[in-house]
């Protein structure tokens, strides 16, 4: 099992940015694939980004080009760096981490409040 600790929500006014951080337990060297998701009351988990042992990234739709996925091997840490964010941003927001096992991992979460 690998522990991840987020940090970095917090309130924001539209248009402002945002930087996430994760922390793993781990060496992230190791791990399969570590992303960024979202959860809105009411609303299905939606994944954002994601970035592979190997450093290959992937985004949404929905934050492609706003948002921006980034990893530190020697602290094995992950950012998102959020910018232009909207009211529809808002929602709690989880790191993952697969290992090479395929088992899941997710952080306790961190609240993104974005206001109009």
């Known amino acids: 099992q690998v522990h991840l600790v987020e940090s970095g929500g917090g309130l924001v006014q539209a248009g402002g940015s945002l930087r996430l951080s994760c922390s793993a337990s781990?060496?992230?060297?190791?791990?399969?694939?570590m992303g960024w998701y979202r959860q809105a009351p009411g609303q299905q988990r939606e994944l954002l980004a994601t970035?592979?042992?190997?450093?290959?990234?992937n985004y949404a739709d929905s934050v492609k080009g706003r948002f921006t996925i980034s990893r530190d091997i020697p602290d094995n840490t992950i950012d998102l760096q959020m910018n232009s964010l909207k009211p529809e941003d808002t929602a709690v927001y989880y790191c993952?981490?697969?290992?090479?096992?395929?088992?899941?991992?997710w952080g306790q979460g961190t609240q993104v409040t974005v206001s109009s």
């Open positions: 993952n981490a697969r290992t090479l096992s395929s088992m899941n991992s």
């Open positions: 781990v060496s992230i060297r190791s791990l399969n694939v």
């Open positions: 970035v592979t042992g190997n450093g290959r990234t």
